[in-house]
Each structure stands twice: as structure tokens, then as C-alpha cells.
């Protein structure tokens, strides 16, 4: 074999190089030939910068964490030299009006309750909502009071629904 790939005895054509396996003689131009049955696309620069960076996504992951720590490292170098030449015009604030806690008050005090203003009219049943259903029955406590309050007595009747048709 002289174009040095492991192919069959029989094979007339290499199918990597498009040679004949015996004498190394080119019998057939693959690329030619690819390039006339499949019609290559015609690629923009831009649409080709896209497709390099799709197939060699860790490379551009890793360009781009590189250039932003670059970045960083660049501002972080202009801000030091920046603060080492220039001088501040504002006063000086004691480090014990930051970090001294012992003239400060305390969280663990809790607030007292705000006033809450809301008009009741000293009657407290008006802030008290009842849900009425159907075949309910007060309980003995509340007839006893409406008793008391000059009612009837009797526990009052649930009215019958209308029926649907």
C-alpha cells in the first residue's frame, strides 16, 4: 500500500486519499468532486466568525472570562494609581463614628403599638363579621344575650331557599 492507510486488498480507489492503494497514482480528486456534489455555501466574514465560535465554544468562554479579568485588573490599577496621586478635599471622619458600636441603640428594642384610629362608635359587634349559612344554629351563649336584650327567645329560622328550576 503506498498511500499507508489500512484498507481491503480489493479496493481499487482509497477512500481517505481518492488514490489507487497500489501505485499511489491520484485516479480521483475527492475534494473536487464533494465540491461539485455538494455546492459549497458562500459565507459572509461575519456569518463565518459565527460558525468558528459555535464549533469552539470553550475557547470563546475562556477569551472572554480572560479579557474581563483584564478589564478588571486594568481598572483596578487605574483606580490605585489615581487614589495614590490625588488627595481628598473632604474631612476626615473618625473610625469611631463607624465602627463603634457602644453609643449606638440597640435593635432588641421593640417599638410600642401605633394608634390604630378607626370608627367603632363604641360598639363592638360593628368590627365582628357573622357568616350566615344555611340550618346554622347560634350557639347557647348568643341566645341567652339576645334573651337578655329584649329579643324573643327563640332561636331564629333559617329561611328556605328558592328552588331552582
Known amino acids: 500500500m503506498v498511500c499507508r492507510h489500512a ?24 475534494q473536487a468532486l464533494l465540491q461539485e456534489v455538494f455546492h459549497p455555501r458562500r459565507v459572509s466574514t461575519t456569518e463565518g ?49 463607624v465602627a463603634d458600636l457602644s453609643n449606638q441603640q ?3 428594642q421593640t417599638l410600642p403599638m401605633p394608634d390604630l384610629k378607626f370608627q367603632y362608635d363604641g360598639n363592638s359587634k360593628t ?21 337578655a336584650a329584649g329579643g324573643s327567645g327563640a332561636p331564629p329560622q333559617p329561611q328556605a331557599k328558592p328552588q331552582q328550576q
Open 106 to 108: 440597640g435593635d432588641s
Open 49 to 97: 466568525l459565527m460558525q468558528f465560535a459555535r464549533q469552539r465554544q470553550g475557547v470563546v468562554i475562556a477569551l472572554g472570562v480572560l479579557a474581563v479579568v483584564l478589564l478588571l485588573a486594568g481598572f483596578h490599577e487605574f483606580v490605585m494609581r489615581r487614589n495614590a496621586t490625588l488627595v481628598s478635599d473632604a474631612a476626615a471622619v473618625p473610625l469611631t463614628d
Open 7 to 30: 484498507i481491503d486488498d480489493a479496493a481499487r480507489v482509497c477512500p481517505y486519499c481518492g488514490s489507487d492503494p497500489r501505485t499511489g497514482e491520484k485516479l480521483v480528486d475527492a
Open 127 to 147: 368590627m365582628r363579621s357573622y357568616i350566615v349559612e344555611p340550618g346554622a344554629v347560634p350557639p347557647p351563649e348568643a341566645t341567652q344575650t339576645t334573651t
